[in-house]
């Protein structure tokens, strides 16, 4: 490495002086001393605002492949920049208590969103009496907060499901879905479907797939005979489908963004990964199933904070926002072993982690945490590896091949989440709590203390 000069030295320091969180001292070839970062980090205080960033199926590996394939080995993305990094359990539960070492999304949404571990399954219930929970979207709301959810998923999915409703299972998600929670139904005087949930909680920002399930009668109730479109627009929701509609969505009345009938189709293609291996690909920066007017995720996450932080400036409320924001197809793409679908969902996603962090380096007082619900079956291995199941080799945007694999179950069945521990990251007020080993229920102590709910 060059000597650095006078100049740049001159440079340097006036950034650290400049900034709150001192950039990171490069201080010899390769060495990395980030000790005043870290220190100036470490903050408690109160924060105005949450985002809370979910890449769904996101463990290291997938994190990995995403860097190599995209800025390259040496390269960092956004989410790789935050001054605080540590690693969290993300195990679910059985009814009576005991451990389940591999969670899916609606076990572990609920650990965070509530503070308390449930069964694979279910939504902010309890596990073995089945009891709703209280949730942090829930509280922000009742302490004053705006509040948002954003998510390339249907919106009744499981991970932004767990924020505001409360079902037996994660297939209830619109009115005609409800076979699996008969005491959740309106009939039986329990909170309706997941979609129904959602918009009687007026959630001011909701952004994502899933219209299908908006497009359901409701079947008992005050709204009986009207689809939960027209319910939602009955309790004020101005109902937005494409990027051009999002954005002249005003603020201060609720916003319903339905963005595709299912989940929001992936930015990128490519050949699924093969038993015995594929040719060397590079992916396909494009998708044509993906139609033009579609927001990306990053542009609904800008429009998201845009919309939530004018409410409450109209307000002229001192409170700020809770917004959780997630990138879910990494986690489709994993379990279909796409890997091009899988790696281009990880850099829109991070691409969603700048936005969040731009607004947050304009506001410090805002917690962002980047985190995944559990990890996911993509492994990088040798290019003379010869695995089992299913592989592929692709081309790195640095020239280079890079061989994945997936074989967390037998080739032609969905492949499957993992039971290790993934990583967390933070920055702002509380951010230090995510550091060391902790356990996904502890994020939500994290964002309660944070924005001193009560
Ligand atoms: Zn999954």
């Keep these: 490495m060059l000597k650095p000069t006078r100049r740049h030295l001159m440079t340097a320091t006036a950034l650290v002086a400049a ?66 990094t540590g690693a969290y359990t993300t195990y679910s539960v059985h009814a009576d208590g005991t451990p389940d070492y591999v969670t899916d999304s609606a076990a572990s949404g609920t650990g965070w969103a509530t503070g308390v571990k449930t069964v694979n399954g279910r939504i902010s219930k309890t596990p073995g009496t089945d009891k709703p929970v209280r949730t942090i979207l829930e509280l922000a709301q009742r302490n004053g907060y705006a509040t948002g959810s954003v998510t390339t998923a249907e919106l009744t999915d499981a991970t932004p499901a767990v924020l505001a409703s409360h079902a037996t299972d994660r297939s209830c998600q619109g009115p005609a ?28 920002v909701l952004f994502g797939g899933g219209r299908r399930r908006f497009d359901q009668q409701v079947t008992d ?43 929001v189709p992936v930015e990128w293609t490519g050949e699924v990964a093969a038993v015995g291996g594929t040719d060397p690909q590079r992916c396909v920066t494009s998708n044509p199933d993906r139609p033009s007017g579609t927001p990306s995720l990053a542009d609904s996450a800008a429009e998201a904070i845009r919309l939530l932080a004018a409410k409450q400036r109209r307000a002229h409320s001192h409170k700020g926002f809770f917004l959780q924001i997630e990138g879910a197809s990494i986690d489709k793409r994993d379990h279909a072993a796409d890997p091009c679908g899988q790696i281009g969902e990880t850099a829109a996603f991070d691409r969603a982690v700048k936005v969040a962090r731009a607004y947050a380096a304009q506001h410090p007082d805002t917690l962002v945490v980047t985190t995944a619900d559990h990890g996911h079956t993509s492994q990088i291995v040798p290019l003379g590896a010869n695995p089992p ?8 945007n640095e020239g280079q091949q890079l061989k994945v694999n997936y074989s967390t179950d037998t080739p032609g069945r969905s492949q499957e989440h993992t039971g290790t521990e993934v990583r967390i990251a933070a ?10 080993v902790t356990n996904q229920t502890d994020l939500f102590t994290t964002m309660r203390e944070a924005l001193h709910l009560r």
């Design 177 to 204: 879905d409800m076979a699996k929670c008969p005491k959740d139904t309106i009939a039986a005087g329990g909170p309706g479907s997941i979609a129904e949930q959602f918009v009687n909680h007026k959630v001011d």
């Design 221 to 263: 109730g005050r709204y009986k005979g009207l689809t939960v479109t027209e319910q939602a627009r009955r309790l004020g929701y101005q109902v937005v489908t494409d990027d051009a509609s999002m954005k002249a969505a005003k603020a201060g009345k609720p916003v319903l963004g339905l963005f595709a009938t299912g989940n």
């Design 389 to 396: 199941g299913l592989s592929s080799t692709l081309v790195t």
């Design 19 to 84: 900034t709150t969180a001192a950039v990171a001292v490069t201080t010899t070839a390769g060495a990395f001393d980030g000790k005043d970062r870290a220190r100036s980090a470490i903050r408690g205080g109160k924060a105005k605002n949450v985002i809370l960033l979910i890449g769904d199926g996101m463990g290291d590996s997938e994190i990995t492949l995403a860097r190599d394939y995209t800025v390259g080995a040496d390269g960092r993305l956004n989410m790789d920049r935050f001054p605080l």
């Design 427 to 436: 920055q702002g007020p509380q951010a230090y709590r995510v550091l060391g």
